[in-house]
Nanobody, 124 residues
Framework: QVQLVESGGGLVQAGGSLRLSCAAS????????MGWFRQAPGKEREFVAA????????SYADSVKGRFTISRDNAKNTVYLQMNSLKPEDTAVYYC?????????????????WGQGTQVTVSS
């Protein structure tokens, strides 16, 4: 059974930092890309960042470039999202997900596996 389990969310002041983790289990993700999405109340789920499970390719939404960094630890089967210089508009539920093709990374409906989400709240 494939599981993606996020952790690390919380309440932080504007300008602060958080690191989200996504622990993956249940299959090998060697050919997959791992993505982070977020969804704020009343808004659609939006792409945040992605990286190949094997390889160095990364991609970021314009709104987080220079502030967020996606990384992975293969030994721990875990993907991270380091979020710095947080803004109130970053407030959302953040989801980790896995997709089988890099070309599909920005399309949430094409992802095969999803975590349950973790809340990030940034106060002004």
């Amino acid at each position: 059974q494939v599981q993606l389990v996020e952790s690390g969310g919380g309440l932080v002041q504007a300008g602060g930092s958080l690191r989200l983790s996504c622990a993956a289990s249940g299959r090998t993700f060697g050919s997959y890309a791992m993505g982070w999405f977020r969804q704020a109340p009343g808004k659609e789920r939006e792409f945040v960042a992605a990286m190949r499970w094997a390889g160095s390719s990364t991609s970021y939404a314009d709104s987080v470039k220079g502030r967020f960094t996606i990384s992975r630890d293969n030994a721990k089967n875990t993907v991270y999202l380091q979020m710095n210089s947080l803004k109130p508009e970053d407030t959302a539920v953040y989801y980790c997900a896995a997709v089988s093709r890099w070309a599909l990374i920005s399309m949430p409906d094409r992802y095969d596996y999803w975590g349950q989400g973790t809340q990030v709240t940034v106060s002004s």
